[in-house]
């Protein structure tokens, strides 16, 4: 039998990618994307499943409308009400001025949580200057499960009020059995004003 | 000659990617392979193993940990490397730090771990804390090995892993640190302290054109 070779012109009614899961192996895959305008949240209340193992938010010039405030998360398992889980974390970082004239690598008891059910820090000391903006990752391992807790951890950087750069580490636990389906992102006063929030799937589906 | 046109049906069997998309796909995460513990002592990706690729398909490898439960309290959660032989013993120098935090009163802490950093050491690497055994008690994180066929540098490696510790902390743990050979790392196995028994997932990823 002759093979059948495809042209470009041949694929235009494909709208899908097949089901068969090399094809979507190992890549990022794109869910959802929240963009902020004047926000007072960044809500992410689908896509959140059993498809994917771990889930990656991706944080690009995220700019509050107050100056020194804090980007903060929380959850909401499946079937609650609220985002209000309960929470431990950790919780460092490294700073430099522009100046050059402070530095400093420190554990932060401030910001952290112990069994909290508030948003909990991701970044600190964000600026409203118009040209700052807070930048970075976070990993959300296995929020399906109804076996364990669900680990998260991330790297924010960001140009905090006085002209720092800050280098952040969370990380912790919804500390529930309960799988999480939602996940919320806000400013600890003021609105998101703008920026852009990326989840995506990671690896092969489940 | 008439236009063959394909739809959705007519593709659904496929099972493999074109090499154009990959290829085409310059930093994206190929996934190489998945083990699953079971009760099981030890998970081990072992190039031309069990279709694990480990050599210079790709110049850097990604490990992910979901959630590795081990079946005895209280145990750390490591790695080794195999360079040559059939041996996990590959020469190694790192670093270890931590912070974590209590559940219930807090009392923070962030430290430098001397106790479980290697000088020049073939023994196994701890890269969490140790981890509970209770039901909903785990180990989760990732680990980056670079260039680990290289023949001419020494063997870079960083790991960051959260462990629901057995006393109710939360521990965010650092490691990095390199394999001090220049034979090829074509191995790599993951243990629990003491040999002890472990469920969970591992998946390897290839990092394609990074």
Do not use: W
Request: charged share 15%; net charge negative.
């Amino acid at each position: 039998m002759a093979i059948r070779t495809a042209v470009n012109r041949a694929l235009t009614a494909i709208t899908a990618l097949p089901t068969a899961a090399a094809l979507t192996d190992g890549n990022l895959t794109l869910l959802t994307t929240a963009t902020a305008s004047s926000s007072a949240t960044l809500d992410f209340t689908s896509n959140i499943n059993s498809t994917y193992n771990n889930y990656l938010f991706k944080f690009i010039n995220l700019h509050p409308s107050a100056d020194g405030v804090e980007l903060m998360f929380q959850a909401n398992a499946v079937g609650g009400s609220g985002f209000n889980e309960t929470v431990t974390t950790t919780f460092f970082l490294a700073l430099h001025n522009e100046a050059d004239g402070t530095t400093n690598l420190v554990y932060e008891g401030d910001h952290d949580s112990a069994q909290g059910t508030a948003y909990t820090e991701l970044h600190g000391q964000n600026s409203s200057d118009a040209d700052h903006g807070c930048n970075g990752s976070l990993t959300l391992f296995n929020p399906s499960s109804t076996t364990f807790v669900k680990h998260f951890s991330g790297r924010f950087s960001g140009t905090s009020s006085g002209d720092f750069e800050r280098d952040d580490f969370p990380a912790g636990y919804f500390n529930t059995t309960a799988a999480i389906d939602e996940i919320s992102f806000k400013f600890s006063s003021g609105n998101i004003d703008s920026g852009t929030i990326k989840m995506y799937g990671v690896g092969p589906k489940q | 000659m008439s236009l063959i046109k394909y739809n959705d049906r007519s593709l659904r069997n496929l099972t493999t990617t074109p090499a154009a998309v990959t290829g085409n796909s310059p930093g994206a995460l190929v996934h190489i392979k998945t083990l699953t513990a079971s009760s099981s002592a030890s998970l081990t990706f072992v190039h031309g193993s069990s279709d694990v690729v480990l050599d210079s398909t790709y110049p850097i490898y990604k490990f992910e940990f979901i959630n590795l439960n081990p079946a005895s309290d209280d145990k750390k959660f490591q790695v080794n490397f195999r360079d040559g032989g059939t041996n996990y013993d590959a020469t190694k120098t790192t670093t270890n730090f931590f912070a974590f935090n209590r559940e219930g009163s807090g009392d923070p802490g962030f430290s430098y771990s001397t106790g479980n950093d290697l000088a020049q050491s073939t023994a196994v690497q701890v890269i969490s804390e140790s981890a509970g055994n209770g039901a909903d008690e785990s180990v989760s994180g990732e680990m980056t090995l670079f260039n680990p066929s290289s023949t001419t540098f020494v063997k870079h490696f960083m790991s960051r892993t959260n462990t629901y510790y057995t006393s109710d902390i939360s521990y965010d743990v650092y490691v990095a640190g390199y394999c001090n050979v220049t034979a090829a790392i074509d191995g790599v196995q993951f243990t629990f302290e003491s040999g002890g028994n472990f469920d969970g997932t591992i998946k390897l990823y290839g990092i394609k054109d990074s």
